[in-house]
Structure formats: structure tokens, C-alpha cells
């Protein structure tokens, strides 16, 4: 059976503000690297301050700052990287980091993606993206207009995600957590996120992130199927786009809430699994088909 969820008899935040697009204008610079030694990348420039839409229910977090290194060529990260400041991968360029890495940033360390960026991770060999201090957080990862993102067996802990307007992101089998903000923040633009965990469940623990998932803008494709969200003050702002697939999901231990919405929304939540009342707000239209009477298991959702 398919039912409208309009949510009116679950409490909703007084105030749902908008995304606002970041500022990626950036500077380019060459970083080299070695295998086996720590190879320090970025610069000196202060991170910018808090971006626009922090506050009342939203937390997006600073924007990298501008000027730094830059990647016009392609380019393969091993062994131990530091990331100091802003590094953008160029256009055309494309940054590999292979199996068993591990990339450390620094408070203002920033990875600007208008090329491509390759995480390929396996399941015996993860590639680690981890603040410098054990406990702290960098600005994160970001992908703009043409530029893509695929990780795949990855740990991202300390700093998020942000896709904007024409970027791609696609995850598999990856685990993410602990930014100071929101995770995965989609201003609009194409995602696939699928057999991956955004917060500490199933495993437990606590968390450091507001919302794991924050989506905005009209023209997006998003598609988070067979993953965990978790552990945070709000599972979902879904404040933008249209069909999105939220498909055989585990939703659990999110605070405040798991899905929070805004008129005009719509997304397919069908198979999934939440230990609580599926989402708050009204005027949205939430799909929701064979709901799941039990977590769904780990073939089902979360990494592999």
C-alpha cells in the first residue's frame, strides 16, 4: 500500500531555512606525493568562516577557504597524506588515492573537486579520511559543476560532504561520521549513496553530527538506498527535490528526528526500517510501501 505522509501529528522545528550555494571560487596548486611518507599538502590561508544557513535547524558548516594548492594533472595519493589547507583537483585532473591510504587534514583542510576524485578503498584495505588531532574536524570534501566524487570502502570521519550545483557523488561501502555539521549536504546535483553507514549504527556510539543528510535545490537527483542513518540530531532535512529514493534503509537513534521536511517534497522511504515516527513537518509526500517490522540485516543495508 502506498501512503502520503503529511506528518502532521509529529512536532516540526519552528523555522526551515533554505540552502544557500557556497562560494567555490578557487586558486589551483600543484601538491606531489610519495608512498610510505607523509606528504604534506595545502597552505596557510585561515578557513572562511561559518557559510551561510547556519542556525535555526541548520548547520551547513564552513566553506573551504580560497586559494591553496591546486591538481591540473592526474595525480595518485599513497601512504600518509597531510591536507593543511584548501587543495583543489582542476577540471580535467583526476586525484586517485588507492587502497589503504590515509589522509589527514588539518582544521582548515579542504578537498574542492571540479575534476574527478577516484577513493578506491577495499574491504581489507579502507582508505581513511580523518582529522589531523584524533577528535577534531577539517572543512570536509566538496564537489562542484562537473566535477565528480566516487568512494568506494572508505572511513570519513571529522568533515563532510557537500555536492554543488552540478556535481556527482556516488558511495558504496563506505562509513561516515563525526563532522561538526551536517554530513552529506546536496545544494543540487546528482547522488548515489548505497551499502553505506552515515552515523555509528549498527555498531553504536555516540556522534558529533547535526544531520546526517541535508538536501536542497529543485533539479536533484538523489538516491540513498541500503545504508544506515543514524546517530544524529536529524536523520534527513529533506528541504529540496522531487522522487528522491530513500529506499531499504535503517533509520535509527536520531535524536530529534528522523525525517524533517518542507512543503513540496517528495521521496520513496518504502522498505525501510525507523525505530521511531518516520518524519516530522508537513506538506510533503513521502512513499512509504512493506514498511520493515525489524532492522533490516547487514546484507541488506550498510557496508558489505
Known amino acids: 500500500m502506498i501512503s502520503m505522509i503529511k506528518s502532521a501529528a509529529w512536532p516540526a522545528p519552528t523555522a526551515h ?31 572562511a568562516g561559518p557559510g551561510p ?4 535547524g541548520s548547520d551547513l558548516g564552513p566553506a573551504p577557504a580560497p586559494g591553496g594548492d591546486h591538481i591540473t594533472a592526474d595525480m595518485t595519493w599513497t601512504g600518509m597524506m597531510n591536507v593543511t589547507g584548501t587543495t583543489t583537483v582542476d577540471a580535467g585532473a583526476k586525484l586517485t ?11 582548515g583542510g579542504a578537498l574542492v573537486v ?31 559543476a562537473g566535477g565528480s566524487i566516487t568512494m568506494t570502502y572508505a572511513v570519513q570521519t571529522g568533515g563532510g560532504i557537500t555536492v554543488n550545483p552540478g556535481g556527482k557523488l556516488t558511495v ?9 555539521h551536517d554530513f552529506l549536504v546536496v545544494q543540487d546535483g546528482i547522488v548515489d549513496v548505497s551499502y553505506s553507514s552515515i552515523g555509528m549504527d549498527p555498531d553504536g556510539g555516540t556522534d558529533t553530527t547535526h544531520c546526517d543528510m541535508h538536501f536542497g535545490g529543485s533539479g536533484s537527483t538523489i538516491k540513498v538506498t541500503h545504508s544506515n542513518i543514524s546517530t544524529s540530531t536529524y536523520g534527513l532535512m529533506l528541504y529540496g527535490g522531487n522522487q528522491v529514493d530513500l529506499t531499504f534503509n535503517n ?47 547487514v546484507a541488506m543495508a550498510g557496508p558489505q
Do not use: E
Not at 125 to 132: D, G, H, T, W
Open 53 to 56: 544557513g547556519s542556525g535555526g
Open 172 to 180: 558504496t561501502n563506505s562509513r561516515m561520521s563525526h563532522s561538526s
Open 97 to 107: 588515492i588507492v587502497a589503504g591510504t590515509t589522509v589527514k587534514f588539518g582544521p
Open 114 to 144: 571540479n575534476g574527478s576524485l577516484d577513493v578506491v578503498g577495499t574491504k581489507a584495505q579502507v582508505v581513511s579520511l580523518l582529522p589531523a588531532t584524533t577528535g577534531g574536524n577539517f572543512i570536509g570534501t566538496a564537489v562542484s
Open 251 to 297: 533509520w535509527s537513534n536520531n535524536s530529534f528526528t528522523q525525517i524533517d521536511t518542507q512543503p513540496g517534497v517528495s521521496a520513496d522511504i518504502s522498505n525501510g526500517f525507523f525505530d521511531k515516527a518516520p518524519a516530522a513537518g508537513t506538506g510533503a509526500t513521502l512513499t512509504y510501501n512493506s514498511p520493515a517490522p525489524n532492522r533490516l540485516p
Open 17 to 47: 531555512p533554505l540552502l544557500y550555494s557556497a562560494v567555490m571560487n578557487k586558486l589551483l596548486a600543484l601538491g606531489l606525493s610519495l608512498p610510505l611518507v607523509a606528504c604534506v599538502i595545502g597552505s596557510d590561508a585561515d578557513p
